[in-house]
């Protein structure tokens, strides 16, 4: 039996930073992260736009919000630190039509009463000047916002994590869950692990483990792929930084937009199509069983019937070109198909109930010697070590 006083189901970015902020706080806790795949950081934690948030989005007051604020100082002085290679280089949200700008209101006052600075309503003039190929009815200008590898953030994480004494197993796929009354014990596919106190990271498969140590969350996750295209290098010019459209309200996705990536390129997207398998990053990956699962749950066939138009316009973004661009061409005119190439896919992990809401906030349980994150939405990764540091007070409490 391997023995330790923490547990960490999950090598992503938020199980890594409650790993490393557990440490900063209680330097003698023996902690292991056990991760299912053969490295850290593999699936939504590196499969993302880059993009640190500002917290312009989130309700105020929301776990959300106020991780994000304090996450975003964390996580640009950790890269300083650490000599990760971030940049601050802003980003405009456009409304692209004169019926957009009710809603891009709302995102400015949103903006403004969770603190942030410097942010402004800008005309179609002042878009231009930022961006000289967008096109824009107004604006909002965000300038803390930013672009970073967030798989590199989590490498540096794990590698500290392991210089400080901690253990980071892969290979490593939970599958049995013990509560005994002085310890919780964890079976994976090869071994057998022991720990004062359990936590659940596990993202796209949050909801499973959380069900093992007998918690029964009212959610399922549910797996929305989001697939990029690349500007082709002649073509990158069209966009300098950030620019993203009104996000569509009844989803909790933020529409296809421009981002520059922290090494180099152009990408447009992501859309937001339901993906066949949880970790389905092509449009042909299938798993009869999880694509079952996600069918017969109530919660998703609610979301289905009253969302059915918005889904399948994200699906002929996903099956036709065309309509991809066509979505991208409301914010830079000039794009054309032919300026466009495919690139990579992600998964994102949404919690939805069994009355067909969305989860649009963290949600973290707690139980003797188990703490469950169940939900661990974006701006999770800008706010990686504000979570970090909620989860491990919740652990700390338990102890």
């Known amino acids: 039996m391997n023995t330790y006083d923490i547990l960490i189901a999950g090598g992503g970015i938020v199980g890594l930073a409650t790993a490393l902020q557990l440490q900063r706080h209680h330097t003698r806790l023996r902690i292991a992260v056990l991760e299912k795949e053969n490295r850290v950081a593999t699936h939504q934690s590196s499969r993302n736009s880059g993009v640190i948030h500002s917290g312009i989005y989130y309700k105020p007051g929301s776990l959300r919000a106020t991780n994000c604020k304090r996450g975003y100082d964390l996580l640009l002085q950790f890269c300083k630190e650490n000599g990760v290679p971030f940049e601050i280089c802003g980003k405009i949200i456009v409304a692209a039509t004169e019926e957009e700008r009710g809603q891009l209101d709302s995102i400015f006052r949103r903006g403004l009463e969770n603190g942030l600075q ?3 309503k800008i005309g179609p003039d002042e878009a231009r000047e930022i961006e ?9 200008w965000v300038p803390q916002a930013g672009i970073v590898d967030y798989g590199a953030v989590a490498r540096k994480y794990a590698e500290l994590i392991q210089s ?10 939970v599958t049995a869950i013990r509560k005994t009354e002085k310890e919780v014990v964890v079976q994976t596919e090869h071994r057998e692990f022991a720990g004062k106190i359990f936590v659940n990271c596990g993202g796209l498969y949050s909801d499973k483990i959380a069900r093992l140590t007998g918690e029964r ?5 549910l797996p929305f792929r989001g697939e990029f295209y690349e500007l082709k290098p002649e073509k990158e010019h069209l966009v300098r ?3 993203y459209p009104v996000p569509n309200p009844n989803f909790p996705f933020l529409g296809v937009h421009f981002t520059r990536m922290i090494g180099g390129g152009i990408e447009a997207g992501p859309n937001a199509v339901l993906a066949f398998r949880r970790e389905g990053y092509s449009r042909w990956d299938l798993n009869i069983r999880e694509l079952a699962e996600t069918l017969a749950f109530p919660g998703f066939r609610k979301i289905a019937r009253k969302y059915w138009r918005d889904g399948w316009t994200e699906m002929k973004r996903s099956y036709s070109k065309r309509y991809f661009v066509l979505a991208l ?16 896919s992600g998964v994102r992990a949404m919690a939805c109930d069994c009355a067909g809401n969305l989860l649009d906030d963290f949600l973290i349980l707690t139980r003797p010697g188990i703490v469950n994150v169940c939900n661990a939405p974006s701006p999770a990764a800008t706010a990686s070590l504000a979570v970090g540091e909620t989860v491990a007070e919740r652990v700390l409490s338990l102890i």
């Open 118 to 120: 410097g942010i402004r």
């Open 132 to 140: 000289p190929h967008v096109h824009a009815k107004e604006a909002v």
């Open 164 to 173: 400080n004494g901690g253990v980071i197993e892969t290979s490593q796929k």
């Open 217 to 221: 969350p009212d959610l399922q996750i």
């Open 241 to 243: 930084n950030l620019i």
């Open 329 to 344: 061409q409301r914010l830079v005119p000039e794009i054309s198909a032919e300026d466009t190439t495919p690139g990579r």
